[in-house]
């Protein structure tokens, strides 16, 4: 059971233009991170969003977490030829107050800016 | 080391193999975590360890599969008579927090192991 639904899987855009990837699930989350990821590397933590409602911004990179927290977007401005990678959210869930790295991904978007 | 490390990057194998993968996580971070990276199932938990002991291995797919770590630091993923199925990209990550802190879902992940059986 897939619970991360991530879409687009695949997306193909010229430089300049924008983009969203969604995260979405029927459950709730206490939080959600975003992940970068190089071919040959493992994934790399772009930002962690804790707060429903929350929006955090990383340059040209604006992330939102959902009011109910089950669901989370990425946008990219102005989207540059660095910005290829795969995408991927992974929710958080605290299982009796504890906290740990136990992740549930989503199937990831694969991005592919053209000069 | 700055990083975390696995080893080897890539492994070749045949059916019914033993393979052992290596992790060497950050100095001084106490929890340690496998992850498996498939084109099917995407990215999954497989086992977390907190100092030697492993609280939550409950993504092991089957009892072929088994982990250990010693002294607080080094992990071996063991995958016994290996399945074409068990191809894959085998992820550690390491983070810094016991459970229960605000860092604890701060995770470094190595570049991976990539498994191919045969």
């Known amino acids: 059971t897939q619970l991360l639904e991530q879409s687009p899987q695949f997306l193909s855009i010229q430089e300049g233009e924008n983009l969203t990837v969604y995260c979405n699930s029927s459950?709730?989350?206490?939080?959600l991170q975003w992940y970068r990821q190089e071919p040959g590397e493992g994934p790399v933590l772009l930002v962690t969003?804790?707060?429903?409602?929350e929006v955090k911004k990383l340059k040209r990179l604006t992330f939102q977490f959902g009011d109910a927290r089950k669901d989370s977007s990425l946008h990219i401005t102005a989207a540059q030829p660095g910005d290829t990678g795969l995408y991927l959210c992974?929710?958080?869930?605290?299982?009796?107050?504890?906290?740990?790295?136990?992740?549930?991904f989503g199937q990831g978007t694969i991005l592919t800016v053209h000069p | 080391g700055a990083g975390v490390s696995q080893s080897p990057s890539n492994k070749v194998t045949e059916k019914g193999k033993d393979v052992e993968l290596r992790c060497d996580p950050i100095?001084?971070?106490?929890?340690l975590y496998w992850y498996r990276q498939s084109l099917g199932q995407g990215l999954e938990f497989l086992i977390y360890?907190?100092?030697?002991?492993?609280?939550?291995k409950s993504g092991l797919p089957s009892d072929r599969f088994s982990a250990e770590r010693t002294g607080g630091s080094v992990s071996t993923l063991t995958i016994q008579r290996t399945q074409q199925e068990d191809s894959a990209v085998y992820l550690c990550?390491?983070?810094?927090?016991?459970?229960?802190?605000?860092?604890?879902?701060?995770?470094?992940f190595g570049a991976g192991s990539r498994l191919t059986v045969l």
């Open positions: 990550a390491s983070s810094p927090n016991l459970s229960g802190s605000s860092g604890a879902n701060v995770l470094t």
């Open positions: 459950s709730v989350f206490s939080s």
């Open positions: 969003v804790v707060t429903g409602g």
């Open positions: 992974a929710g958080v869930r605290n299982a009796g107050g504890t906290s740990y790295g136990k992740l549930t």
């Open positions: 100095s001084g971070h106490t929890a």
């Open positions: 360890f907190q100092g030697n002991s492993a609280p939550d």
